[in-house]
């Protein structure tokens, strides 16, 4: 990987994982000391993280990181959900014993993360590759890297609302169902719950409360 792909990759993942907060400035002042690296080089990496909405490009003001576009979360929100109702139903009654396996895994140290008091970021990798390792299973895994590409502020959004107490403990309860309604070929079920797992959170008021300096005016 060349030096502007890791930089590029290592800047998104400060994004995502909110160390670096919507609003932030990005100087290149300040990129260009971190990194060794002269300005034209700094200028390309800030072009290609503006082209994937990680951060908006504003003359004479300079490049901050973009705030959270709930239009976007939606939109994301209903594809995925859209999506995952047809999958679920596809692999109802028919889940392979090696998915099972690694589905039920999965939601083991999801369980055990709940008892940390630092499990989120750990809780987030598990609750994504729960719902990949479904996509995978229907043979739906280019889709799931596709949503992957546009997921700059559902990914943060979902984060902050996973902060709310007892919202890991709600969606381990909601995975673990899911997959019974799954085995137990239960496919009508399935939309009604799948639904809320889903959409819940983008019909809150916490989100409003709590981090609306963080909302995309």
């Known amino acids: 990987m060349s030096l502007k792909k890791e930089i590029i990759t290592e800047l998104k993942n400060d994004i995502l994982s909110l160390q670096l907060k919507p609003g932030t400035i990005l100087s290149e002042t300040t990129l260009s000391d971190r990194y060794k690296l002269s300005r034209t080089p700094i200028r390309d990496i800030l072009k290609q993280l503006s082209l994937e909405d990680y951060i908006n490009i504003y003359p004479k003001k300079g490049s901050i990181v ?8 939606e939109q994301i929100i209903f594809l995925r959900s859209t999506l995952e109702k047809e999958i679920m139903k596809e692999l109802s009654g028919h889940l392979p014993l090696t998915g099972l396996h690694e589905i039920k895994t999965n939601l083991t140290m999801q369980k055990l993360c709940l008892q940390k008091d630092d499990g989120l970021d750990e809780f987030m990798q598990l609750d994504d590759a729960f719902h990949k390792t479904l996509f995978t299973l229907a043979g739906r895994q280019f889709l799931w890297n596709l949503i ?3 997921n700059v502020h559902y990914v943060r959004y979902r984060k902050l609302h996973m902060l709310k107490k007892d919202k890991l403990a709600e969606i381990q309860s909601e995975h673990e169902r899911l997959i019974s309604l799954v085995l137990n070929g239960e496919g009508d079920q399935i939309d009604e719950l799948l639904h809320h797992h889903i959409h819940a959170d983008i019909k809150s008021h916490y989100f409003d409360e709590y981090f609306t300096e963080y909302i995309k005016k």
């Open 66 to 73: 973009s705030y959270i576009d709930l239009e976007s979360v």
């Open 148 to 150: 992957q590409q546009f």
